[in-house]
């Protein structure tokens, strides 16, 4: 349930952000925003942040995970989101349009891929904790959950964001404060996997049939022929 409790926590914010990026981009820059009022630059922004998407993950993922294992890829990857939505919404000050797109470009790839490398780590930290036979049903389980975060990030961050523009406060209580959420959400889920989640998370837990059948095993084998001679 831990697992998925954080699982439930990335998707908030994974789909939660680029609901609000998709805000942010149009948003005047009066309301620190980007202003941008042609599709074509976000559509230039998002296609490059896609060649990083294409390898980051395919090469990280199971070089991250034969390193540090499973537990701490996931905090390393929600580590490595967090200063990235601080970040990012101070990139409404920058002038060179060139400068920009390249800093977008970055930070939304590796935010994206840090995203994509923690769905597929925490799916095997969710079959880990399980038996065999329980698989099919706890990852059913886990991605009814997680799609139940993902909806309500799609239903209410864009009413949020048009809130916090309607109030028209000062900074931090712009747009500004929205990435910051995130930002702390993501911090919560790192804590909650570092002091709470156990370590069997690392290995695929054993059906009980198998544990009974180790001492049986072992006893063959030590009573084999060859054993004796």
Not at 133 to 149: D, H, I, K, P, T
Request: proline share 3%; net charge positive; hydrophobic share 50%.
């Amino acid at each position: 349930m831990l697992v998925v409790t954080v699982f439930g926590f990335v998707a908030l914010v994974q789909f939660g952000f680029r609901m609000l990026l998709s805000q942010w981009f149009k948003l005047s820059q009066d309301k620190s925003g980007l202003g941008w009022e042609s599709e074509q630059n976000v559509g230039y922004v998002n296609s490059l942040a896609g060649i990083i998407l294409i390898f980051f993950p395919l090469f990280c993922t199971p070089y991250l995970t034969k390193i540090f294992g499973v537990k701490k890829t996931c905090q390393l990857v929600i580590s490595l989101m967090v200063p990235i939505t601080i970040i990012l919404p101070f990139y409404s000050q920058v002038t060179n349009e060139i400068v920009l797109w390249v800093l977008l470009s970055l930070s939304i790839g590796f935010f994206i891929s840090f995203t994509t490398v923690f769905t597929s780590v925490i799916s095997i930290a969710a079959t880990n904790t399980v038996s065999h036979e329980l698989v099919g049903r706890a990852m059913g389980f886990c991605q009814s959950y997680v799609a139940m975060f993902r909806s309500l990030a799609n239903a209410f961050m864009a009413l949020l964001c048009g809130w916090v523009v309607s109030l028209d406060l000062n900074f931090p209580f712009t747009v500004d404060i929205l990435f910051f959420a995130c930002g702390f959400i993501l911090v919560f889920a790192v804590i909650m996997m570092k002091y709470c989640m156990g370590e069997e998370v690392e290995k695929r837990k054993q059906n009980e049939g198998d544990k009974k059948m180790e001492p049986l095993l072992d006893k063959k084998l030590s009573s084999s022929p060859k054993e004796k001679s």
